[in-house]
């Protein structure tokens, strides 16, 4: 150090600086010895030349003694030199002290942060002959200032972008800090609330309650909550979700966070969704899930007897070729009417979909039944009106009574159903009850069911797919498998009724896994052209899904043909999910295996609200029924924008299936809904169509 100091002497005292100003100099630098301390010699350039360094500076910068005599153009890397010497520059220019913060990277990955003051030396003549830098260490300051910022802006974004209301609180009450959520919530602005009693935006029947849960809370307990209504600022009230978090600070509790999820969106959405559950979205009457539920809880509880009613409208189709669907709805809605004005105490009226309806009349015995059917008749003789042009319509009607037709649901329903078909059979327009000999199997049937033991040994089954369109790009990366059969004796046959042919069978078991592995294989042969990010859709049937073979079988057909598990979608129906004990296990695996889970024909079952909350589901089919309908009833538009956003929010895709024109299209996309299925963009198509219309576009 005293070289160091006798250098600078004699070149301060060789630029003629007085003694003042050295013992000012000096005084700096060896009172802080601790920083860095550097002293510049001011050369044309301008440049700046190392005459001091202290040991602080030498050791912190890393820098060789050899540095002191050097500019610091030849002692620094050029691009630090350049951006250094402008802060020294700054000196020249404005005559005054500069302070400036800097970063020094090390090679072995070190950062210091330093806090430097660069101070002009002045000669006789008033020129700047010497700057002096003082660098002090500020890394651990400065890293735990950093921590701080980070912690306080952590803090910030969670209760800024919070989407649940959250109230700062003093322990009297007071609203100290609001988030956006909360003023969103209440309706006052976040000025408007503050010292503002949150005792004012509890209803009054809750506030006993509040103070309860306050009083708890400022004793140090956590996250207590209940449920209680708020009251907006223009009267309303919501109901919401409250919970109760103590402020601790240094040990002391300060105040309170109150924490609000609005609930009032999502109980709308509940009862619009249990008010879907039981009712036919077109005509308001209640629909074939509130027929089940009643038809169990009436045979549960009732030893009367009671007759239930199917009635189907004769020659309907001709009215909807003639005036349309859209006519044909609004014919259908005035039958509804019709039927509707029987609804009582000890009558329901149904609609099963199509023109079918259902009448449950309790406490009826054959003699009541049938004096009813006939105010039904005498209900249709006057005609029907549709843009001023008159409609005649006639119901054929079939009835069963409880007990002595069925003891259970599925066989009355079955029974009055085979009694109408008897009505149609024998020319329409009149009613009949059901006969024990009525129920039997026509030789078509048996014959098909032969066949159908032989279809997958000759080959006759195929798989098509329909794709699903995302609506933001166009494209499609996810298609539904769809189960076809060419029999050389019966040509190509209705799903429709090979299907519930196979159920009934059982053989429903061996073509599902037939399904499974034919779409395992064909994504196989896409992944081999190059189309990875794909995913097929395949239908598990009730009886599958209750194999206890069906993972292992999944899994080995995902291993066998060499696939990801997220390129196989499995799609699931209501009745797949009545026994929840064995169904969530089921789920739960596929999920943890990678399959994607759908439920099919969501909105049209009882326990829709109950998939949602008991089972993991990844996506939502909205059933075909309602995009039918979305464009000329607003309760299903209701209904439909509803379960988009539900579906959404929950982290869920939904697809809409049956779109089948450019107006349900731009509905839908107005929805935000993500992809839809139907005839509109494409029919269920062969693979190599597939592959040339959609898979050539990704």
Known sequence: MDHLQRALTKDLASAHVNSKIQKILFDIIFQHVQDMVYVMKVENGPDFRYIFVNESGLNQANLPIEVIGKTMTEALPSEFARDLKKNYEKVLNNRNIVSFDDTFSFDDGRKVYGET????????????????????????????????????????????????????????????????????????????????????????????????????????????????????????????????????????????????????????????IKYMAFHDQLTGLLNRRALLENLSDLIASNKNEFAL????????????????????DEILKKVADRLGQYQSKLCFVYRQGGDEFNILLLNSDRKKAANFVQQIFSAFVPSFYYNSQEYFITPSIGISMFPNDGMDS???????????????EKGKAH????????????????????????????????LFFQPQIDLQTGKAKSFEALLRWNNPVFGLISPALFIPLAEDTGLIIPIGHWVIESACKQIREWNKMGYHDVRVAVNISPKQFQQHQLIETICFMLQKYEIQASSLEIEITEGSLNNTKETIPILKRLKEIGIKISVDDFGTGYSSLNYLREFPIDILKIDRSFIKDVLVNEKVAAITTTIIHLGKSLGMEVIAEGVESSEQVDFLLKAQCHKIQGFYYSRPIPAKELEQNYLGNL
């Open 117 to 272: 003051i660069l101070t002009p030396i002045f000669n006789v003549k008033n020129k700047i002959t010497h700057v002096v830098a003082v660098t002090r260490d500020v890394t651990a300051w400065t890293i735990e200032k950093n921590k701080i910022i980070v912690s306080e802006q952590r803090y910030r974004s969670i209760v800024d972008n919070n989407l649940d209301a959250i109230f700062s609180i003093s322990l009297e009450g007071k609203i100290l800090e609001a988030n956006p959520a909360a003023v969103l919530m209440t309706g006052y602005t976040e000025k408007q609330m503050i010292n503002r009693s949150i005792y004012n935006l509890i209803n009054d029947w809750d506030l006993e309650r509040f103070r309860e849960l306050l009083e708890k809370t400022c004793s140090g307990y956590a996250l207590e909550s209940f449920d209680c209504k708020f009251i907006h600022r223009k009267g309303k009230i919501l109901l919401v979700h409250l919970k109760t978090v103590p402020i601790v600070i240094h040990g002391e509790i300060s105040g309170v966070y109150v924490i609000c999820k609005d609930l009032s969106e999502q109980v709308k959405s509940m009862e619009t």
């Open 410 to 424: 599925e066989m009355l329903i079955k029974n009055a159903d085979e009694a109408l078909f008897r009505v149609k």
């Open 309 to 328: 009613l199917s009635i189907d409208l004769d020659r309907f189709k001709y009215i909807n070729d003639t005036i349309g669907h859209i006519g044909g």
């Open 431 to 462: 009613s009949q009850f059901y006969r024990t000999e009525m129920n039997s199997e026509t030789t078509n049937i048996v014959m098909l069911e032969t066949h159908l033991r032989k279809a997958i040994e000759k080959n006759e089954l195929t």
